[in-house]
């Protein structure tokens, strides 16, 4: 069954943002796309920081996948990119279906250490997912409460 679950690169374009609409995640950085799509700051279907899981032309899962250089890791030893997930999501209708785990996959199939700030409630999801957390940091996590995954050889910074 996992294997038809196929993880895109979603492009930035009006069809995209409409479907990201019905996600509760939706917020700032969406709007601020519409906004530079409809001001062509952004060509239409630019890359996007996006990925998603389509079931026919409905858009049911997606997250957002950020590289962070080297040189601004404070987590991992040694320093090295390393890739902040969030805005992880799947449509109510879809849960329980292991496409949340897909997504996780494909992110952790780029074998770069992965950080997020897991909602509220969903801890366990990403414990199942091998997350752990970060040793709590005050400067560098300003209240949040960081999940790392780690890929072998690498291991949490010693805070």
Do not use: C
Not at 16 to 26: A, M
Not at 83 to 91: D, G, H, R, S
Not at 123 to 138: D, I, L, T
């Amino acid at each position: 069954m996992m294997n038809d679950i196929r993880v895109e690169k979603l492009l930035i374009n009006y069809k995209t943002l409409e479907q990201f609409k019905r996600f509760k995640e939706y917020g700032n950085q969406e709007l601020s796309m519409l906004e530079d799509l409809q001001n062509n700051i952004i060509e239409n279907d630019s890359e996007s920081p996006f990925y998603g899981i389509h079931i026919g032309h409905t858009l049911i899962a997606r997250m957002s996948l950020y590289r962070v250089r080297a040189k601004y890791d404070a987590y991992f030893e040694p320093p090295q990119d390393y890739l902040e997930l969030w805005k992880l999501e799947v449509l109510p209708d879809y849960r329980g279906r292991n496409y949340g785990k897909a997504l996780v996959d494909f992110a952790k199939s780029f074998q770069l250490p992965i950080k997020t700030n897991p909602r509220i409630n969903s801890h366990g999801f990403w414990e199942k997912m091998g997350f752990q957390k970060a040793k709590y940091e005050m400067e560098r996590d300003l209240g949040e409460n960081p999940l790392i995954w780690m890929p072998a050889g690498v291991r949490e910074k010693d805070v």
